[in-house]
């Protein structure tokens, strides 16, 4: 039921207030003034112990699912200290990568029966890793096969493209950096900081969420375009590719994310006054070398979109043709849930203007169950 919408994909983004709420419902604990406010993962609490002390955490998935776990990584490194590495499921199967009984091995997959991430997760319960899934799909297969996970209670997700679910998965990996991390006095600030953080952000979805008029002007303005490039780095490197990705799959243009620290490796030869670029500049400790990747692309002419906190307009617009997107600023770990919204969508206009298929993109299938 889509409700007052045109398509499952402007429902589901819409309601990512909700479906945050109820990704973390139950699940945050704010206790008396005294005791800290600390995280209860029901699925995880009985194999904490294992993962802290486990040698290394190797997030597995594919797609979206890929991305939003890039998203969490530097929070779980942050809280952990386990090393933490990536993986696409196809490439981990390709190379028969190293996986060891030392491991903890988390599955991200939305609908839980995704063919490459359900190979893997074989492949590594056959090495002997510790298999955690997180997933949308009570029953789904990555639910019955790992040891233990978290379902992100997402509700379900019709679009192709995932949207809530994306921002459900790394609410719960931020959750799962929490809980990982446990209760080190070092880290208590930190971690309060992060818990209110996620208290209040529903509301700053809601808010981000007005942005939608300006991306339609944006779409608009993109229309008849070949490509669209996104640089971002640190947290918001996941935004990047999670952004492009949307563009892609739906909008049906070419449009890359690029980790912005490899700018001067490659992809500043394409820069020119034609290409439009968007660059994620929202405040965390990257913010002073997203400014001078914003100065070295409009040396280059460079047709520039730039994402910043809100009240940073001035500093980071290089002139007056250079378009803006003020978003909410919130905790560095939780800024990626809010700068993929506007990208969302800008894809989600993109699409329609184009006139494409929103909900089945061409070539494209929800649920991937063949190699
Ligand atoms: C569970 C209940 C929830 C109830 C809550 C009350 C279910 C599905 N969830 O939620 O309805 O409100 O207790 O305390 O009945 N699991 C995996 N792999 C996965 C995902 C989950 O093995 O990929 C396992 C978990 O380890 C856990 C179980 O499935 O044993 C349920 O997980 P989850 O729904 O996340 O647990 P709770 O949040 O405690
Ligand atoms: C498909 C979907 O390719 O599978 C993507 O079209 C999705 O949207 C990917 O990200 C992975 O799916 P899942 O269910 O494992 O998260």
Same mark, same amino acid.
């Not at 599955?107 to 955690?132: I, K, M, R």
């Not at 003020?326 to 919130?330: A, F, I």
């Not at 993109?350 to 494209?364: F, S």
């Given at each position: 039921n889509k409700g007052h919408y045109e398509h499952y994909m402007q429902k589901e983004i819409n309601e990512q207030p909700e479906s945050l709420t109820t990704t973390m419902r139950g699940r945050l604990i704010r206790r008396g003034s005294n005791i800290p406010k600390s995280v209860l993962l029901g699925g995880l609490k009985d194999h904490l112990k294992t993962i802290r002390r486990s040698r290394r955490i190797v997030f597995i998935g594919c797609g979206t699912s890929y991305n939003a776990a890039l998203a969490a990584r530097p929070i779980l490194e942050e809280l952990s200290g386990v090393p933490v590495t990536m993986e696409i499921a196809s490439d981990l199967l390709d190379r028969e990568g190293p996986i060891y009984r030392e491991d903890t091995a =988390?599955?991200?997959?939305?609908? @839980? %029966?995704?063919? *490459?991430? #359900? #190979?893997?997760?074989?492949?590594?319960? *056959? /090495?002997? !890793?510790?298999?955690? $899934? =997180?997933t949308n799909t009570v029953g789904s297969a990555i639910a019955r096969n790992t040891h233990c996970g978290v379902h992100i209670n997402a509700g379900a997700e019709i679009g192709v493209a995932s949207t809530k679910a994306y921002t459900s998965q790394i609410v719960v990996m931020v959750m799962l950096a929490l809980a990982i991390g446990g209760d080190t006095i070092s880290y208590q600030a930190r971690r309060e900081?992060? =818990?209110?953080? #996620?208290?209040?952000?529903? /509301?700053k979805v809601r808010e981000v969420l007005k942005l939608d008029q300006e991306m339609k002007d944006l779409a608009k303005q993109l229309i008849a375009e070949q490509s669209l490039l996104v640089f971002g780095r640190g947290y918001n490197y996941a935004t990047a590719l999670e952004g492009a990705l949307k563009v892609k799959e739906v909008a049906l243009m070419h449009s890359e $994310? =690029?980790?912005? @620290? %490899?700018?001067?490796? @490659?992809?500043?030869?394409?820069v020119d006054e034609n290409l439009p670029i968007v660059v994620v500049a929202t405040r965390d400790a990257c913010f002073s070398k997203q400014q001078s990747v914003i100065q070295q692309l409009h040396a280059r002419k460079g047709r520039l979109i730039v994402m910043c906190s809100k009240g940073d307009a001035a500093s980071? +617009?290089? /002139?007056e043709h250079c378009r803006v997107i %003020?978003?909410?600023?919130?905790e560095d770990c939780l800024q990626p849930v809010i700068n993929v919204v506007p990208l969302q969508l800008? !894809?989600?206009?993109?699409?329609?203007? +184009? $006139?494409?298929?929103? *909900?089945?993109? +061409? /070539? #494209?299938?929800?649920?991937v169950t063949t190699q």
């Open positions: =988390i599955f991200v997959s939305q609908s @839980g %029966e995704t063919a *490459d991430t #359900l #190979l893997a997760l074989q492949y590594a319960l *056959d /090495n002997g !890793a510790l298999c955690v $899934g =997180i900081a992060i =818990i209110d953080g #996620l208290f209040d952000l529903p /509301n $994310g =690029i980790l912005a @620290g %490899e700018m001067k490796h @490659g992809p500043l030869a394409l980071v +617009r290089p /002139n %003020e978003v909410p600023q919130v800008l !894809a989600y206009h993109l699409t329609v203007l +184009r $006139g494409y298929n929103v *909900d089945q993109p +061409r /070539n #494209l299938a929800k649920s």
